[in-house]
């Protein structure tokens, strides 16, 4: 690891973002049609190495239907508008009309309607209804008291998603979540995250997750580093809990949790590059708030953008490009790498020689800033 | 120490600014109720770590005693409009209406104005009759000639601070300041700075001084590295000036000398990057000029805009956001890291797992200029 | 090769753009008048080291005969309009009128009428006719099917080009192109590529060709980076591509393979930065948009802009700023590297000292991110 | 030195520009009015270490007189308007009128007037009537067929001065002027340059020059980057030709070779980063286009502006902000470094603890490309 010196007495790692990186075709190249790009984790077989984020612009029990449909996988977020009212579209169709002065205001008064329990087991079931495979999220803070009814609903994968979970909070106040315990005793295979280093990943993997989400999430307008000076650029987070990945494969002997890379992706050329550094799959939510279906209707935020005391992102305006299959399959009609986000991994595989996404991890990258892709 | 060939027989070092890096969480997390930011220097005690800067578009007699009502240090300027006029109110307000292209010669005519002896002892006594800790500023040039008044009015904490203040001023003309001889019969705990090197900090360190600033000050329109060339990134230098308080703390048989980084902070970000480089408490000016109350009225400059012969700043306008208590306390309304202040350092503090600001010195850090804060 | 640790097990090289290196001048000056930079390839000999990009915005049947008569040699492509249409003049027409939202649907719709296989032979004869050199491009996956017609047609050089062309395809649907021995069966020489390594160039070279394209193309509004993650900055490949001549011409016993560099080469001192890193030639296709005869009426656009699932580029609206005459050899009328580039060639070498392109491939250069040329 | 791989059997050195670096005090801090900022060449002894640029925009026998009476040396272009046109003034009016498009079309016209020999004799003789120290600049080209004229007339400093400058020009078509033989019979002190290397440089010094011209010029709006590919950034090019002056001093036996940084410096932080990096002396430009007093009229351009075959630069709006003793002396009313330059390099050597240029080539810097200025 290379150390930087930025004073005496204080080094840091010189570490890289997506952007600064480029892929580097192998003497081969492929036919995009005879590549594959199938995921499997647990006993979930997805034809498509995506899972959609949880967020309000982009998830619904809707939309959770029609992406499991196309070959992806959505997470509902059970902390979200969809169970907090009965029904949220008066209030998505709000948001979208907000005026920007006051539209972090209205935000936080909006999501400071109490959850109801009842609409947990609902929305889970709406989603299990239509015969996909169902993931929904909890906060670890609220994990503990709701999860009793995430699965009693039936949900296939339970996602425990913040901007940074640990396998050891530590708190005086009340009985913290034990990572390790609850997920050992659970029946359905767990994702967790995100996390940003080798340890806190190898931490998270012996709690018996079946993936770990490599990354603080955050949508595209999150602001976490001015606000809290957290920052760990995605190429490196990558890299890293991919070799936390290698290192717990040993120490199992033999137990491979899978790496979920979440935060910031927004062009297909940024969900390849994360393969390419050791993703297995990737969590991606703004390419899906520019869908015609999206509950955003154009706009899209995250759950740091209507927190109470400090919130920590903006809605932020995407527009709609066209329909939720488009934007997973093509035909693209734009040039700038927000759709046929699917296509583009099969291409880009295909240009670069390899055959599937584990093959598609060795690619040889190189770090160069000046190609920060336009568009 | 990284030295870079600039070219043939010269050669620098490679230094950092706060945008350049970002903290990495540890593999433990914490509540935000549970941490502790509290900062002692002397025998003063605060609730935070923040010094607010002397500069008129921010410390007035009401707001310094505000600010420490609110758990902080204001220094009010004992060189700005306070102690040359009655009443500045008019001319504060008058300097919110100027005009762009004539604004820096009206600051200079505004300035020009002679200080008077009895407005210094006065500002000093309507802030501690108010029962908060005063701390009052003069440069190096009149500290000789005004600090008498300063003490005789009871000001708590003296703050002797210009741009760059060297223990060893060179001055065929006149008597310089010997800070060494000065600050050692002073009966009233030292601030003094800023300085940039870990050489010059261990010299002022040796006068006897209870707190260094890092950096150079400056609003955040300073010009000083288009005017002067001197410039030393922040990050560097905290790193830097800790590690000659460490240094001085061993020399001196256990003298703690405080480090206040002083510099271009603007965001909640910063300021937890700061903590992480070394500083002991931060020095801001800018967060506050956002303050309904603040005297500048939604602008901001310091003394170095209305330098009769060389202004290296502007004042610039910073708009108006909120109250004095939410900058520092929140609930935060806005997501680009400008209010909150307090509670954003605890959250970062607490995302990483930290529990004082002592601990949160050793928080690892990564380089990388990718991360450049948005917002 | 400097190795750079993105994380824990996965390392990238650093690579560097044309922006980012600047050329030295040694201790000698030139006459301009007195620089060569005539080039030869196979049996061919040019008076510029310039070939036009198969693009439509830029090379028609009546261009490709000025450019050769002003001492270029232009490629037609043979899968674009020309050959698609009877009469491509009216659909350019339309492409320069059409508005941004839907001028990719609209190309996408106007390229997918199908090759017309006798306009093959008909392009190729026009301007074979007029008695300039004849070059012809073709892809990879069209070649076997419309080799024979390009060859009875008598073109002079084949130009086989895409973004990635391997000397290994792995297909399992058809029999794939076999470049080595469709190269050596050919009569007439070849030029094959982009590739963008040692490894991939030295496998082209090892086909036959008489050329290898370093570089991906595209236009200058491609957007492969933010589609597809692929990217290799130029400066590095062309570098990287003319080591691997140096090995192939001690492995074959002395066949020189030329190097020509094909991509985001906008400006002059593109052109002379290509051939200091080791170019023997260079592909250009914007500049010539802006050519007052150029089909693309001052737009620009490349074959990946109208691909029907995943388009990869954008019609630029470049202007038009002069003959094709002044854009070669000038007078230039304006001062941003667009005009007269081989008169700029020309003064680039005679003021650092070299006499022709063999020599100036030698020239020293410096590593200069904050020169990154302005205009 | 720093050789960094661009690719396979290409490497550059990394070269740093002014803006990339920043000067740190030491620990010493002076009075800005006990600083000597005096500088002598040959037997000329000034005030200032200020030359100003052979430029239209900037120098006419007027404003040459003022000045050198205001401290500093300004050199009159030998090949601009003064001696092309025995009335200028109704063109100088005439380029501050051009609109953008056709202006550099217009410029070439305007210059391609021929020199008059007489006009040579009688601007000199205009500037040396005042009393001040008289320079004057001839291209290489043209040095051979003028000088007489220039020596005749009674110049103190004889200025050759082109892009890039050799002691070894190779022509075949004429004979080309032979520096070391020319300096050598000269009786007046020369300057010569640009030049942008040790060892360019040194061969220079050996001519007998008194002084050397670091950098290749090129007013502010120069485009030398995007059309020849030629670049090296200033800060690496004055210490390397300031390691010249060493070698050269002890070659010579003692001869002190100055100096003088010439390309882009455009804020008082320039110049005394210059200096800092081993200038002796600045030539500059840009600054003094925006005097009131300048032949500019708020416009300023180079001879690279106006070649008749490849314009490498262009005619920029720069406006007027004061009169030449106020950019020079102050007192400054803006805060961006244009205005008193002079006066901030004093105060910067000052705030750095030096007390002659001499020293302050020695002052410590930091290479810190966040700290570019702003202003």
């Given at each position: 690891m290379t150390q930087v010196e930025i004073g005496r007495g204080k080094s840091g790692r010189r570490a890289?973002?997506?952007?600064?990186?480029?892929?580097?075709?192998?003497?081969?190249?492929?036919?995009?049609?005879?590549?594959?790009?199938?995921?499997?984790?647990?006993?979930?077989?997805?034809e498509l190495p995506l899972v959609v984020c949880p967020m309000d612009?982009?998830?619904?029990?809707?939309?959770?239907?029609?992406?499991?449909?196309?070959?992806?996988?959505?997470?509902?977020?059970?902390?979200?508008?969809?169970?907090?009212y009965e029904d949220p579209e008066p209030l998505l169709a709000e948001i979208a009309e907000l005026d920007e002065p006051a539209a972090t205001l209205r935000l936080q008064a909006i999501y400071s309607e109490p959850i109801k329990e009842e609409l947990i087991g609902r929305r889970i079931e709406e989603i299990?209804?239509?015969?996909?495979?169902?993931?929904?999220?909890?906060?670890?803070?609220?994990?503990?008291?709701?999860?009793?009814?995430?699965?009693?609903a039936g949900v296939d994968i339970f996602v425990i998603r913040g901007t940074t979970v640990s396998a050891e909070h530590v708190s005086g106040q009340a009985e913290p979540?034990?990572?390790?315990?609850?997920?050992?005793?659970?029946?359905?295979?767990?994702?967790?995250?995100?996390?940003?280093?080798?340890?806190?990943?190898?931490?998270?993997?012996?709690?018996?997750?079946?993936?770990?989400?490599?990354?603080?999430?955050?949508?595209?307008?999150?602001t976490?580093?001015?606000?809290?000076?957290?920052?760990?650029?995605?190429?490196?987070?990558?890299?890293?809990?991919?070799?936390?990945?290698?290192?717990?494969?040993?120490?199992?002997?033999?137990?491979?949790?899978?790496?979920?890379?979440?935060?910031?992706?927004?062009?297909?050329?940024?969900?390849?590059?994360?393969?390419?550094?050791?993703?297995?799959?990737?969590m991606v939510g703004s390419p899906f708030a520019r869908?015609?279906?999206?509950?955003?209707?154009?706009?899209?935020?995250?759950?740091?953008a209507h927190h109470p005391e400090l919130p920590r992102g903006a809605r932020v305006k995407v527009g709609t490009i066209g329909t939720l299959e488009q934007i997973l399959h093509g035909p693209s009609t734009v040039a700038d790498g927000s759709m046929n986000l699917m296509g583009a991994l099969r291409r880009s595989m295909a240009t670069a020689g390899y055959s599937d996404l584990k093959e598609f991890q060795r690619v040889e990258v190189v770090v160069a800033p000046s190609s920060r892709p336009r568009g």
């Amino acid at each position: 690891m290379t150390q930087v010196e930025i004073g005496r007495g204080k080094s840091g790692r010189r570490a890289y973002s997506l952007d600064e990186i480029g892929l580097v075709p192998s003497r081969r190249t492929r036919d995009p049609e005879e590549v594959s790009i199938a995921w499997q984790i647990d006993a979930y077989r997805f034809e498509l190495p995506l899972v959609v984020c949880p967020m309000d612009s982009v998830v619904s029990p809707r939309t959770a239907i029609e992406i499991g449909r196309l070959g992806g996988l959505a997470v509902i977020d059970l902390e979200g508008l969809w169970t907090r009212y009965e029904d949220p579209e008066p209030l998505l169709a709000e948001i979208a009309e907000l005026d920007e002065p006051a539209a972090t205001l209205r935000l936080q008064a909006i999501y400071s309607e109490p959850i109801k329990e009842e609409l947990i087991g609902r929305r889970i079931e709406e989603i299990r209804g239509a015969g996909v495979t169902t993931a929904a999220r909890l906060s670890p803070q609220r994990t503990v008291r709701y999860y009793k009814t995430v699965i009693d609903a039936g949900v296939d994968i339970f996602v425990i998603r913040g901007t940074t979970v640990s396998a050891e909070h530590v708190s005086g106040q009340a009985e913290p979540l034990n990572l390790k315990r609850f997920i050992y005793e659970l029946d359905v295979p767990v994702i967790v995250g995100g996390c940003a280093t080798h340890t806190a990943a190898l931490h998270l993997m012996r709690t018996g997750a079946a993936g770990v989400l490599a990354g603080f999430g955050g949508g595209s307008g999150h602001t976490t580093a001015a606000v809290l000076g957290v920052a760990v650029p995605m190429a490196t987070v990558i890299a890293d809990v991919a070799a936390a990945r290698r290192d717990y494969l040993d120490e199992s002997g033999g137990r491979y949790v899978h790496v979920l890379a979440d935060g910031g992706m927004t062009r297909s050329g940024d969900i390849t590059k994360a393969v390419a550094c050791g993703a297995d799959a990737v969590m991606v939510g703004s390419p899906f708030a520019r869908a015609a279906q999206a509950p955003g209707r154009g706009y899209h935020w995250g759950s740091e953008a209507h927190h109470p005391e400090l919130p920590r992102g903006a809605r932020v305006k995407v527009g709609t490009i066209g329909t939720l299959e488009q934007i997973l399959h093509g035909p693209s009609t734009v040039a700038d790498g927000s759709m046929n986000l699917m296509g583009a991994l099969r291409r880009s595989m295909a240009t670069a020689g390899y055959s599937d996404l584990k093959e598609f991890q060795r690619v040889e990258v190189v770090v160069a800033p000046s190609s920060r892709p336009r568009g």
